[in-house]
């Protein structure tokens, strides 16, 4: 990290993921044996930091974890790469965010969270700090959220995951709205009301990077032999918001969110198997 790195402030989740590769997913109603269970740290609020961080800016993560032993489990990469960690609150008496999650052989995922602490980050505990750019999702209380957007007035983005119905002044406040393909669905007509620039996402076939009606982006997948896409739209998201407010052109910025994503798909869990800047610049300037 330079000493003009961007400071980004994520306001998120932090959960830790126990993660089970099988075969294939489970139908409703049918069990599943053979399994491989690991612990990751994941969260979208801290994957979303981590990735960020890793590709080059100074991070601040606001989030809320329990007093459990979980919570270090959760917090340990962000530690080692440096996230400022100070305004992780601890609550005590609830357990940290759990996600427990399948994976397949062909890397595909059903993730299914209990937040336990993760709802308990009040709006009373957040103070933004100086960033240039503040990144959002929805996996703690919207009333936080609203909060967190009026207490910061530059680069925001809201990555509208998981879904849920989002007040329309914080997509109208937004300058970067991200979504895959099931979220877009979910959102539809409300997309097109966003005054900022919003991202879609299509796993394996790229993203689009569109302003209104104007596609001012558009970018293939970055081809990898892909194992585990759980984060991958986290990196996404946090390569996108670093590049843009680095002043990359969309072109670029996309290029460089979907190789980012891309790499983060070729190991298992959401945080290890993310990418450092030069991971992705080998790529793309070869
Ligand atoms: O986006 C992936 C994340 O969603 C996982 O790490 C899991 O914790 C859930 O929050």
């Given at each position: 990290m330079t000493a003009s790195a961007p400071h980004i402030v994520v306001v998120g989740s932090v959960n830790l993921d126990m993660t089970v590769r099988v075969r294939a997913l489970p139908r409703p109603g049918e069990t599943v044996t053979n399994g491989e269970l690991h612990c990751f740290p994941g969260g979208k609020g801290a994957n979303q930091a981590l990735a960020a961080r890793r590709l080059g800016a100074k991070v601040s993560l606001i989030a809320c974890v329990g007093d459990d032993t979980n919570a270090e489990a959760a917090l340990h990469l962000l530690k080692a790469d440096g996230v400022?960690?100070?305004?992780v609150t601890v609550d005590s008496g609830t357990p940290t965010g759990v996600a427990m999650i399948t994976v397949d052989d062909e890397a595909e995922n059903q993730i299914v969270v209990a937040p336990g602490a993760n709802r308990?980050?009040?709006?009373?505990?957040v103070a933004i700090p100086d960033a240039v750019a503040m990144i959002c999702q929805l996996e703690v209380p919207l009333d936080t959220l609203l909060e967190a957007a009026s207490q910061f007035s530059g680069f925001l983005c809201i990555?509208?995951?998981?879904v849920r119905d989002v007040p329309a002044e914080l997509i109208a406040r937004a300058d970067l709205i991200v979504v895959n393909e099931i979220e877009a669905a979910h959102y539809g007509e409300t997309l097109h009301r966003a005054a900022g620039m919003v991202a879609l996402t299509y796993g394996r076939r790229g993203a689009s990077l569109l302003q209104g009606a104007v596609t001012l982006a558009k970018r293939a997948a970055h081809t990898v032999n892909a194992v585990d896409t759980t984060g991958a739209g986290d990196t996404f998201t946090a390569a996108l918001v670093l590049a843009l407010v680095e002043g990359q052109a969309p072109e670029e910025a996309l290029a460089f969110a979907c190789t980012a994503a891309a790499l983060s798909?070729?190991?298992?869990?959401a945080q290890p198997s993310m990418p450092r800047r030069a991971d992705v610049l080998a790529i793309l300037e070869p």
């Open positions: 400022d960690l100070t305004q308990r980050l009040t709006p009373q505990r990555n509208l995951a998981p798909a070729e190991r298992a869990g």
